[in-house]
């Protein structure tokens, strides 16, 4: 029996039913590979997933360091989602920097029962009071939705009294199945009101946006490093140190890089579809798919200086690195990792591994779609559902003053036969071997099933399942927070994270405990109810 029917046969008849088109082994049948992916966890089941709110105030509007984010609900929200993510942001000079603080308006019994709105203008007055900033985001919770309050309403009424920007989500927490949904929301947000609403233009002979970068532990700092040592003009990242300041003005860059491509996907096709600005996959994470991204930006321009400045940065980078990651792979060299995050980092350091000769036998996504899995030619084949029509689409048309094309259909066309992967993402499926296990919406029980049956020598994963990992016998690094360690990306990164998993690998902690369900079983039956 293969691992996966291994994992299957322990779930009660329902349960298999519903989790089987989830878990694939790669190639082990005569069929395409494919898997079901953004529908609803099974109840009862704890999955690793967040909600919207998550998605939208954590992950893609929190980040823009110079707008103010308020949570409209109860202070849970606000707390538990206050500096978890290390979303780094350097405050500039003269500049504001609102990532370290929280603010709520802290919806009580009788708010709830009588109406926020009124409750949150006045939180709104006091924040321009103390702060005065240029920008707010008003992020709903749960309640918020139920009772009602108009947040959209309110930023109007903001925007007219106080003559700033304020936008309005409605990413109440139940929306849609996962984070996923709030990724959604939030780009919908920024695309209608802040991208394409200032007239800085860029300087440089080339400049750029990061889509899909957050700054974790001071990635997008090494990528801008690295990138500005070539001579690029970073305009704007999306939203890692980010600002509403830059962000008006992406729409004037040249190219948009994507790195992660679940959370910002819409804005990169509606900016191609409004201004005409291409948009590239890339992957900092790791040596070899760092130089690859960098050839393809190069490529992309056809500038013969810039490929050869392009060609010298990457020697002098990998000069330095050399020496330390060669250590680093000696010492790593045919072990095994598993890797359950949420949309995008279970691929992206499959190559980062890899350098460092580690293969990844195990990876899943918490809330990532099909294409992130199997590519976006796979987009036309996904059915909406009840929940994914929930969320809204909009459809953006050719901006009559910005748009411009880059290059013709031809001209692309040629590009991507060179290679250069422009408007597209192929998904994890292609970068994984046959026998390899892929899960989507995992849990902690297949965790623990696949670690017993494919025993890797390190599982990478977040917060919720790190130390039922240990306890396993299996030391687990957060690809999340990064352990509080990092940067990851780049050429730097990669030598910290080398030293961080030949660190966690050798340190034999785990492997020496006895938990006390290794000597007695704790719990008999089946997963999912119904004894069959
Ligand atoms: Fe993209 Fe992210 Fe991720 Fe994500 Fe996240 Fe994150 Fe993540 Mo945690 S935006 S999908 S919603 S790469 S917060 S920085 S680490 S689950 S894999
Ligand atoms: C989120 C944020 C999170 C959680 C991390 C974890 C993050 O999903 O809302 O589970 O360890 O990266 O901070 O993904």
Redesign the pocket.
């Known amino acids: 029996m293969n691992e996966r029917d291994l994992l299957l046969e322990k779930y009660s008849s329902r349960v298999f039913k519903n989790r089987k088109s989830h878990i694939s082994q790669l190639e082990m049948s005569d069929e395409a590979d494919t898997i079901t992916a953004n529908t609803r966890a099974i109840p009862g089941i704890a999955t690793a997933r967040g909600c919207c709110y998550a998605?939208c105030k954590?992950?893609v509007v929190g980040p823009m360091k110079d707008a103010v984010t308020i949570t409209h609900g109860p202070i849970g929200c606000a707390f538990y989602s206050w500096g978890t993510?290390r979303n780094k942001a350097r405050t500039e000079e003269g500049g504001q920097n609102f990532v370290p603080y929280s603010f709520c308006t802290d919806m009580r019994p009788t708010d709830i029962v009588f109406g926020g709105e009124k409750k949150l203008e006045e939180g709104i007055d006091e924040i321009m009071t103390l702060f005065n900033p240029k920008c707010i985001f008003i992020c709903s919770t749960c309640p918020i939705g139920l009772i009602g309050d108009d947040v959209q309403a309110v930023a109007r009424r903001v925007e007219k009294k106080y003559g700033i920007k304020a936008v309005g989500f409605s990413c109440e927490g139940y929306k849609g199945v996962s984070?996923s949904s709030g990724?959604h929301i939030a780009n919908n947000g920024l695309m209608r009101q802040i991208i394409g609403t200032g007239d800085k233009k860029p300087m440089g002979k080339y400049s750029l946006n990061i889509l899909?970068e957050?700054n974790?532990g001071g990635d997008g700092w090494e990528e801008e490093r690295i990138l500005k040592k070539i001579g690029y003009e970073i305009v704007s990242v999306f939203t890692g140190d980010g600002s509403y300041e830059t962000m008006k003005n992406a729409h004037l860059a040249d190219l948009n890089l994507v790195m992660?491509h679940?959370?910002i996907n819409y804005v990169a096709e509606m900016m191609k579809t409004k201004y005409g600005i291409d948009w590239l996959k890339v992957n900092f994470i790791g040596i070899g798919s760092t130089c690859k991204t960098l050839r393809m930006i190069a490529e992309y321009f056809k500038d013969p200086e810039l490929l050869a400045r392009t060609e010298e940065v990457i020697a002098e980078e990998l000069e330095a690195v050399s020496d330390d990651m060669e250590y680093y792979r000696s010492m790593l060299k045919g072990k095994t990792a598993g890797i359950f995050?949420?949309?995008?980092?279970?691929h992206h350091y499959q190559s980062l591994l890899r350098d460092l000769g580690v293969e990844t036998i195990i990876a899943g996504y918490?809330?990532a779609h099909r294409d992130d899995y199997e590519g976006r030619d796979i987009i036309a084949e996904i059915k909406p559902d009840a929940d994914s029509k929930n969320i809204e689409e909009i459809t953006v048309s050719p901006d009559e003053a910005f748009y411009k094309e880059r290059y013709s259909e031809k001209e692309l066309e040629e590009l991507k036969e060179k290679g250069i992967e422009i408007d597209t993402y192929d998904g994890m499926f292609p970068d994984m071997k046959k026998g390899y296990m892929v899960v989507d919406d995992y849990n902690m029980f297949e965790t623990d099933e696949l670690i017993h049956s494919m025993k890797p020598d390190i599982f990478f994963s977040?917060i919720k399942d790190k130390y039922s990992i240990q306890k396993q016998g299996v030391v687990s690094r957060q690809?999340?927070s990064y352990d509080y360690s990092g940067p990851y990306a780049g050429f730097n990164g990669a030598v910290i994270f080398g030293r961080d998993v030949t660190m966690s690998i050798y340190t034999k902690a785990w492997v020496l405990t006895t938990p006390p369900w290794k000597t007695a079983a704790l719990l008999g039956g089946r997963i999912g109810g119904e004894m069959n």
């Open positions: 998605g954590g992950v993510r984070q990724h899909g957050y974790i992660c679940r959370s995050t949420g949309g995008s980092r279970s918490e809330f977040g690809l999340h």
